[in-house]
């Protein structure tokens, strides 16, 4: 994840500002153990962290916060405060100093991120992102443009606006470019292809299938996803593999951006949606927000607790795209075996929410359009897509059915209605 630093694998970083002596044993078991075995390069993160009071304290807020979230706390322990609070002094006394040293910004960056899982319905348009949007700023005008590549990725993990699906403020950071205030398709397309050579060579393009629906980006990007969803159903099925783990958690983190890149890509220059067939037209806010969706609830197996910091507003997302369909648009425009893989997914991230009910009905209706009579017949469409079997099969099963028994409902309703009105009834 992090710029590769092995020369502070090999020796304890002591820290330069006093701390509580078990703080100080943990993060350098983590960095001297943990971290050089499976993230070898994330080294340079945590001997800055052991150099900068404010990073220090972020790094633990972080670890401390989504510790409790996965272990489904629901209040969360006085450290995580006490870390908050550090943080947010350290940080104030830096900012006031105009000390903007890396150190400042990644700890601006962990506040973000625990603000954005602790108050989660806030907008992007949080304190601790404005914040750091603007110390970017201010680091900019000191002429202070490189970044280390932890922070980077540290800056593009926590602060991107990955549960609304807004302007990706950071950008520029990870696209190592400068962006125009009100950039053409042309130069959209550098920037996202910039973002395209990160792949590694393991991931090579080779036959790229175009969906319906989708046009020349959505396809590239959902090459990617079910490249990824392939990786993921090996790695289930072998030994660990620190080599291929570190691929997935790579590929992972480059296919959000490109996917948040694109919304962006599409917000802002209507020239893209206005060339496309029907059937683009009407799939493009869908297929992002699916997606993102998939991404989080499968390939990431976002722990249900864990759920309400993201996915459930990607899912919010993806359920208002679907609602401002006019019915041509849904049941012509829409490819039908997309939907179908789109009602899935939906359906399975609003468990517990009064609109499942809603999706329950459009997969009914869908069924009897497509003569989907079984769940064989729908996983053989499904498959085409993006599958990973031993994550996806289960839950979508399970909705799948529930929409079975809809059916049934309704051809009962309508036999009941027929009897009503048959010789014998009058």
Same mark, same amino acid.
């Given at each position: 994840?992090?710029?590769?630093?092995?020369?502070?694998?090999?020796?304890?970083?002591?820290?330069?500002?006093?701390?509580?002596?078990?703080?100080?044993?943990?993060?350098?078991?983590?960095?001297?153990?943990?971290?050089?075995?499976?993230?070898?390069?994330?080294?340079?993160?945590?001997?800055?962290?052991?150099?900068?009071?404010?990073?220090?304290?972020?790094?633990?807020?972080?670890?401390?916060?989504?510790?409790?979230?996965?272990?489904?706390?629901?209040?969360?322990?006085?450290?995580?405060?006490?870390?908050?609070?550090?943080?947010?002094?350290?940080?104030?006394?830096?900012?006031?100093?105009?000390?903007?040293?890396?150190?400042?910004?990644?700890?601006?960056?962990?506040?973000?991120?625990?603000?954005?899982?602790?108050?989660?319905?806030?907008?992007?348009?949080?304190?601790?992102?404005?914040?750091?949007?603007?110390?970017?700023?201010?680091?900019?005008?000191?002429?202070?443009?490189?970044?280390?590549?932890?922070?980077?990725?540290?800056?593009?993990?926590?602060?991107?606006?990955?549960?609304?699906?807004?302007?990706?403020?950071?950008?520029?950071?990870?696209?190592?470019?400068?962006?125009?205030?009100?950039?053409?398709?042309?130069?959209?397309?550098?920037?996202?292809?910039?973002?395209?050579?990160?792949?590694?060579?393991?991931?090579?393009?080779?036959?790229?299938?175009?969906?319906?629906?989708?046009?020349?980006?959505?396809?590239?990007?959902?090459?990617?996803?079910?490249?990824?969803?392939?990786?993921?159903?090996?790695?289930?099925?072998?030994?660990?593999? #620190? +080599?291929?783990?570190?691929?997935?958690?790579?590929?992972?983190? !480059? @296919?959000?951006?490109? *996917? =948040? &890149?694109? /919304?962006?890509?599409?917000?802002?220059?209507?020239?893209?949606?206005?060339?496309?067939?029907?059937?683009?037209?009407?799939?493009?806010?869908?297929?992002?927000?699916?997606?993102?969706?998939?991404?989080?609830?499968?390939?990431?197996?976002?722990?249900?607790?864990?759920?309400?910091?993201?996915?459930?507003?990607?899912?919010?997302?993806?359920?208002?795209?679907?609602?401002?369909?006019? #019915? +041509?648009?849904?049941?012509?425009?829409?490819?039908?075996?997309? !939907? @179908?893989?789109?009602? *899935? =997914? &939906?359906? /399975?991230?609003?468990?517990?929410?009064?609109?499942?009910?809603?999706?329950?009905?459009?997969?009914?209706?869908?069924?009897?359009?497509?003569?989907?009579?079984?769940?064989?017949?729908?996983?053989?469409?499904?498959?085409?897509?993006?599958?990973?079997?031993?994550?996806?099969?289960?839950?979508?099963?399970?909705?799948?059915?529930?929409?079975?028994?809809?059916?049934?409902?309704?051809?009962?309703?309508?036999?009941?209605?027929?009897?009503?009105?048959?010789?014998?009834?009058?």
């Amino acid at each position: 994840m992090m710029g590769n630093n092995k020369g502070a694998t090999r020796k304890q970083v002591e820290p330069t500002f006093k701390i509580f002596q078990p703080s100080s044993r943990t993060i350098n078991h983590v960095a001297q153990t943990t971290v050089p075995i499976a993230f070898p390069s994330e080294t340079a993160w945590f001997a800055q962290a052991m150099t900068e009071p404010a990073f220090f304290h972020g790094t633990l807020l972080v670890g401390v916060t989504f510790k409790a979230l996965l272990q489904k706390e629901t209040v969360f322990p006085p450290e995580c405060f006490y870390h908050y609070s550090e943080a947010l002094k350290y940080t104030r006394a830096n900012v006031e100093n105009a000390e903007l040293q890396e150190g400042t910004i990644a700890a601006v960056a962990c506040l973000a991120a625990f603000e954005t899982a602790v108050n989660f319905n806030a907008t992007s348009e949080s304190v601790h992102i404005d914040g750091l949007e603007r110390v970017m700023s201010v680091r900019k005008t000191h002429q202070q443009l490189e970044l280390s590549a932890y922070l980077q990725k540290l800056i593009s993990c926590g602060a991107e606006p990955v549960a609304n699906m807004t302007r990706p403020r950071f950008l520029a950071v990870q696209a190592h470019k400068t962006i125009p205030a009100n950039p053409t398709l042309e130069q959209e397309k550098e920037i996202i292809t910039q973002l395209d050579s990160e792949w590694g060579p393991e991931f090579m393009y080779d036959t790229i299938t175009t969906f319906e629906g989708m046009d020349a980006l959505t396809a590239k990007l959902f090459h990617r996803v079910r490249q990824m969803s392939i990786l993921a159903t090996r790695l289930y099925a072998m030994e660990p593999n #620190p +080599t291929f783990q570190r691929q997935y958690t790579e590929g992972m983190l !480059l @296919l959000e951006r490109q *996917v =948040i &890149a694109s /919304v962006w890509s599409l917000s802002s220059n209507n020239r893209r949606q206005r060339s496309e067939t029907k059937a683009v037209k009407a799939c493009t806010r869908t297929w992002h927000s699916t997606v993102l969706t998939y991404i989080h609830m499968f390939l990431r197996h976002t722990h249900p607790n864990s759920r309400r910091v993201t996915v459930d507003k990607v899912a919010a997302r993806l359920r208002y795209s679907l609602k401002i369909l006019t #019915p +041509t648009e849904l049941w012509f425009d829409f490819p039908p075996n997309f !939907l @179908l893989w789109v009602l *899935v =997914i &939906a359906g /399975v991230a609003a468990e517990g929410h009064p609109d499942r009910k809603w999706l329950l009905h459009l997969l009914s209706q869908l069924r009897e359009r497509q003569e989907l009579e079984t769940w064989d017949k729908a996983l053989l469409i499904l498959k085409e897509y993006a599958w990973v079997d031993h994550l996806c099969t289960e839950p979508c099963k399970g909705f799948f059915e529930e929409s079975t028994v809809s059916i049934e409902e309704n051809e009962g309703q309508r036999e009941d209605a027929v009897d009503g009105c048959s010789p014998s009834s009058l």
